[in-house]
């Protein structure tokens, strides 16, 4: 039996009792998913997998015939032509 305070009626009391139970069902359920959610995205997070794959290369990307002193003659023309069509 629920022993109603003074100054309440019978039934505005168990509406009361009813308001608190509803409260307190919405927050098991707000805790539950803030829970499942964070452990959702900690699984997600170990899943992760970085893949790297080799460059890719053509054939003109490389010179078969490369040479540091080659460079160093392409890049003295090169700042030759700077001033003229920079």
Do not use: F
């Amino acid at each position: 039996m629920i022993t109603v305070p003074s100054g309440y009626a019978a039934g505005s009391w168990e509406g009361v009792m009813m308001i608190n139970t509803a409260t307190l069902v919405m927050e098991a359920i707000c805790v539950a998913a803030i829970a499942t959610a964070s452990t959702a995205d900690a699984q997600a997070q170990r899943r992760t997998v970085t893949v790297k794959h080799a460059p890719i290369v053509s054939p003109g990307d490389v010179s078969e015939s490369w040479s540091p002193r080659q460079n160093i003659i392409d890049r003295k023309q090169y700042e030759q032509l700077l001033p003229i069509y920079g």
